[in-house]
T-cell receptor, first 115, second 115 residues
Framework: KQEVTQIPAALSVPEGENLVLNCSFT??????LQWFRQDPGKGLTSLLL?????REQTSGRLNASLDKSSGRSTLYIAASQPGDSATYLC??????????????FGDGTTLTVKP | GAVVSQHPSRVICKSGTSVKIECRSL??????MFWYRQFPKKSLMLMAT?????????EQGVEKDKFLINHASLTLSTLTVTSAHPEDSSFYIC???????????FGSGTRLTVV
């Protein structure tokens, strides 16, 4: 069974800092890994999708890496801004087993960027 | 890219009423749709998997008579929360795709509040 863990659960940083959010998963047989942002009371916004054959994806100040063999992904946010404050979720889509085809979410990291 | 349109994005209903949530695949045929639910301060949990033209498969602990899923066409899957109670208040999101396992995409989510 796929298990997804996100560390830390919460993070508070001053504006301008670079930061890294971590996501680990137990089964490396995956289709892809996706990072989302969720604002309080709102829906999910897809940030980056990394296919299993890719090592990283970049969008603006965001960079996500994937190390499938070690079951890890990181989301790097450069020059953080107060508007980056949100909960960040990673979701791993499994290739095999009872979870084949399904996505498993981590519990998220709640980021607060202080002005 | 593939787009899943989910409606409504937000709904408030009275206890005892039923609410239908729709997910439409706009530019592809969604043979499979996964439905997720998010509990307060928790991650998203898979509720059920629906395949076009067949009965949905529910995860353990999910009441199939309460959460009715219909996937009668390749472009529409619906989740109906029947006889809603306040504890059904949650964020619901669909995740669908077609023949290619790399083309699955999430809807934008529905926030249900039962009063």
């Amino acid at each position: 069974k796929q298990e997804v863990t996100q560390i830390p659960a919460a993070l508070s940083v001053p504006e301008g800092e670079n930061l890294v959010l971590n996501c680990s998963f137990t089964d490396s047989a995956i289709y892809n890994l996706q990072w989302f942002r969720q604002d309080p009371g709102k829906g999910l916004t897809s940030l980056l999708l990394i296919q299993s054959s890719q090592r990283e994806q970049t969008s603006g100040r965001l960079n996500a890496s994937l190390d499938k063999s070690s079951g890890r992904s990181t989301l790097y946010i450069a020059a953080s801004q107060p508007g980056d404050s949100a909960t960040y979720l990673c979701a791993v889509r499994s290739l095999r087993g009872t979870n084949a085809g399904k996505s498993t979410f981590g519990d998220g990291t709640t980021l607060t960027v202080k002005p | 890219g593939a787009v899943v349109s989910q409606h409504p994005s937000r709904v408030i209903c009275k206890s005892g009423t039923s609410v239908k949530i729709e997910c439409r695949s706009l530019d592809f045929q969604a043979t499979t749709m996964f439905w997720y639910r998010q509990f307060p301060k928790k991650s998203l949990m898979l509720m059920a998997t629906s395949n076009e033209g067949s009965k949905a498969t529910y995860e353990q602990g999910v009441e199939k008579d309460k959460f009715l899923i219909n996937h009668a066409s390749l472009t529409l899957s619906t989740l109906t929360v029947t006889s809603a109670h306040p504890e059904d208040s949650s964020f619901y999101i669909c995740f669908g795709g077609g023949a290619s396992n790399y083309g699955y995409t999430f809807g934008s989510g529905t926030r249900l509040t039962v009063v």
